[in-house]
């Protein structure tokens, strides 16, 4: 593809959904690795494409530490789903 505009007209979708998704394959390699290996439901829901964006703002340091506490909490709300139930 040209430009994000093409690939968003191919794709059907706004041209700054096309440059955050561009951006989050910037994460930090450590980042992207744990999401490709941890496929649990509680990762898959609690990494939305703005939680990551969020890291994608950020120092590769920063993105990292950031994540580690992200990952804790993504573990927290799943211990209290787990606990009390749907």
Request: glycine share 6%.
């Amino acid at each position: 593809m040209r430009s994000f505009r093409a690939l968003s007209l191919l794709l059907g979708v706004p041209v700054n959904r096309v440059g955050r998704c561009i951006k989050l394959l910037e994460l930090p390699e450590p980042i992207k690795a744990f999401l490709r290996q941890h496929r649990e439901p509680k990762y898959l829901r609690y990494f939305s494409e703005r939680r990551l964006g969020e890291l994608a703002r950020l120092d590769a340091r920063s993105a990292w530490r950031r994540f580690q506490a992200m990952v804790r909490e993504a573990d927290q709300e799943a211990g209290i789903w787990q606990n009390n139930g749907p």
